[in-house]
Every structure is written in structure tokens, then in C-alpha cells.
């Protein structure tokens, strides 16, 4: 069965710590995703990367940076966390270039203190 | 530029009948894939129907289709015989064949079912 996993469901840190949210999928999938997910917003994309190594920048990237050094995981990392970054982030895969709809992980809840 | 825009914050359907929440989009591409996914209270975002934008009949997934109309640009979800288990948020999103396959979402709708 498809699975995508996040390393923590929910997540407390102080202002000014280095946040790692880590993100691994069974599938084999090429690309992998990081979202945000606020109130009133949908989800906005942070970071995408379509192979190892690889990475763009979505709509929100400012503040964070990521890191896939293997197929299977996929990091999403908060240099330097502030309040404005307390959200829900959201880990999806998907198979390359095709349609196919985005497997997501089951969410972690951030909160900066 | 691409934009998913759902209108409805929130909806209020009763047991048992039938509900649809709305979804308009704005692109200038022709290839583009159409998505409705579920989110419960639990977080995990669930995938729900999926529609083409070449398909020229409307998909269907059990209990819930897809209202394609592709010169108003809008991808309803129809839910028929809404269930207790339905009430979520609902979010539409697309995705582009030439952008590595990113998927833009809309703001969601949050549908409750009433008893």
C-alpha cells in the first residue's frame, strides 16, 4: 500500500531553533513536495523536488530550504524558526511527469513558541 | 497566472441528500489535470476524483462526480446521499503538465452533514 510518513505529528520549538521536518515515501516516486496549510489559505507550495538532488522553489520559500539526498526522503528545514511559521506542513509524492494525483503524508503541526 | 478559487467557506448538507461544492480556475493552458481531495479532522489529505482536461465525459467515482465544464472553467464535486463520515474541508486543485508537475490548491470549502 502507498504510504508517505512524517517524522512527528506535532512539533513545539522556540524562536531562533533549527527546525527539521523529515518526510519518506515507499513508492519509488521521482517527485516530492512540501506545503504549508493555513486557515482560509489552501495549501501553498514551499518546495518541490523532482529528482535526488533537485530541488525548486514554490510560492512560500522564504525562511526554509530542503534537502533530498536519497529517492525515498525528502527534508524540509527551518533555518532559524520564527512565530510566523507555526502552521501545518504537508509531505506529498507523486510518480514523474504524469497526472497522477499526489500522495500525501499525514500532516505535522508546528507551533513556534 | 494559474488560480484555484472555491467560494463556499463552509457548506451544510443534510443526511442522505445530495451536495456540490464549487471550483473555478483560471488558466491559459489547455493541458491541465483537475483534483478534489479530502481532508477529515485527522489531518491526512484523502484523494477523491481526479479529471483531465481532454476528458470529455465527466468523472466518476462512487458517490462523487465531477461537474466539468471546461469553457466556464469551473470543476464542481458533486457528493450524492452525503454521509455523517463526509464532513471534512474539501480542497480543488490543479496540476500542469510543463511546471515538473506542481499542484495548486484552492482555500478549501468545510463541509458539515447534518443529521
Known amino acids: 500500500d502507498v504510504k508517505v510518513t512524517q517524522s512527528s505529528r506535532y512539533l513545539v520549538k522556540r524562536t531562533g531553533e533549527k527546525v527539521f521536518l523529515e518526510c519518506v515515501q515507499d513508492m519509488d516516486h521521482e517527485n516530492m513536495f512540501w506545503y504549508r496549510q493555513d486557515p482560509g489559505l489552501g495549501l501553498r507550495l514551499i518546495y518541490f523536488s523532482y529528482d535526488v538532488k533537485m530541488k525548486e522553489k514554490g510560492d512560500i520559500p522564504e525562511g526554509y530550504s530542503v534537502s533530498r539526498e536519497k529517492k525515498e526522503r525528502f527534508s524540509l528545514i527551518l533555518e532559524s524558526a520564527s512565530t510566523n511559521q507555526t502552521s501545518m506542513y504537508l509531505c506529498?509524492?507523486?510518480?514523474?511527469?504524469?497526472?497522477?494525483?499526489?500522495?500525501f503524508g499525514p500532516g505535522t503541526r508546528l507551533t513556534v513558541l | 497566472a494559474q488560480k484555484i478559487t472555491q467560494t463556499q467557506p463552509g457548506m451544510f448538507v443534510q443526511e442522505k441528500e445530495a451536495v456540490t461544492l464549487d471550483c473555478t480556475y483560471d488558466t491559459s493552458d489547455q493541458s491541465y489535470g483537475l483534483f478534489w481531495y479530502k481532508q477529515p479532522s485527522s489531518g491526512e489529505m484523502i484523494f477523491l476524483i481526479y479529471?483531465?482536461?481532454?476528458?470529455?465525459q465527466n468523472a466518476t467515482e462512487g458517490r462523487y462526480s465531477l461537474n466539468f465544464q471546461k469553457a466556464r472553467k469551473s470543476a464542481n464535486l458533486v457528493i450524492s446521499a452525503s454521509q455523517l463520515g463526509d464532513s471534512a474541508m474539501y480542497f480543488c486543485?490543479?496540476?500542469?503538465?510543463?511546471?515538473?508537475?506542481?499542484?495548486?490548491f484552492g482555500a478549501g470549502t468545510r463541509l458539515t452533514v447534518k443529521p
Open positions: 479529471q483531465g482536461s481532454y476528458d470529455e
Open positions: 506529498a509524492s507523486s510518480p514523474g511527469h504524469s497526472y497522477n494525483e499526489q500522495f
Open positions: 486543485a490543479m496540476r500542469f503538465w510543463y511546471n515538473n508537475n506542481d499542484m495548486r
